[in-house]
């Protein structure tokens, strides 16, 4: 079964620091990956979006992929407060074709204390 | 630009009842996807349209079924419904097939009693 991993939290930062947030997937074949955040009550909110290996960086926003070790990391830049809330870790999967789904991790909860 | 609009925001019925949920997507998304989002089991694939044909279906029983119209709009529909169907069922939609990021609504909060 094709599998995505995140870290399970949660994560305590205080404001100002870098928060960092690490997914793993099991299916070789993806080949887009994403970041949601979710704040509690809320529906998830894209954020970031990744398709080929290295950095992205949107802002205070920095995505990370590794293909050939299968990893996924956000890094969140002088945390504050509003980014308090559980990001989710989201991989599309080939699954036959080129109809594609998306998987998604648990989730990691982030609170960034002021 | 609307988002994505889910309806009824809120429900409650009784085991063994049948439940109907439907989503509009965002003006011109042809992609529509349903998810299952519950505390312990995060959120769970439902089923994926894409012009009116369902190419994705997840891991869940038969009972659980959905459709797509002409104009996009998307309904699950859940039959004989049990207490573990209690849950947050969110739809999402995106732009081309390749599903290159969702827009999630606001969700339909089930609970059975």
């Known amino acids: 079964q094709k599998e995505v991993e995140q870290n399970s939290g949660p994560l305590s930062v205080p404001e100002g620091a870098i928060a960092s947030l690490n997914c793993t997937y099991s299916?070789?074949?993806?080949?887009?990956f994403f970041w949601y955040r979710q704040y509690s009550g809320k529906s998830p909110e894209l954020i970031m979006s990744?398709?080929?290996?290295g950095d992205k960086e949107d802002g205070r926003f920095t995505a990370q992929l590794n293909k050939a070790s299968q990893y996924v990391s956000l890094l969140i830049r002088d945390s504050q407060p509003s980014d308090s809330a559980t990001y989710l870790c989201?991989?599309?999967?080939?699954?036959?074709?080129?109809?594609?789904?998306?998987?998604f991790g648990k989730g990691t909860l982030l609170t960034v204390n002021p | 630009k609307a988002g994505v609009t889910q309806t009824p925001r809120y429900l409650i019925k009784t085991r063994g009842q049948q439940v109907t949920l439907s989503c509009s997507p965002i003006?011109?998304?042809?992609?529509v996807s349903w998810y299952q989002q519950t505390p312990g089991q995060g959120l769970q694939f439902l089923f994926e349209?894409?012009?009116?044909?369902?190419?994705n279906k997840g891991n869940f029983p038969g009972r659980f079924s959905g459709r797509q119209f002409s104009n996009s709009r998307s309904e699950m529909n859940v039959s004989t419904l049990e207490l573990g169907d209690s849950a947050l069922y969110l739809c999402?939609?995106?732009?081309?097939?390749?599903?290159?990021?969702?827009?999630f609504g606001s969700g339909t909060r089930l609970t059975v009693v």
């Open positions: 999402a939609s995106s732009l081309n097939e390749d599903n290159y990021g969702y827009t």
């Open positions: 299916d070789r074949g993806s080949q887009s």
């Open positions: 990744i398709y080929s290996n």
């Open positions: 989201a991989v599309n999967e080939a699954s036959g074709g080129s109809n594609y789904k998306l998987t």
């Open positions: 003006s011109g998304h042809r992609s």
């Open positions: 349209y894409f012009s009116e044909t369902q190419r």
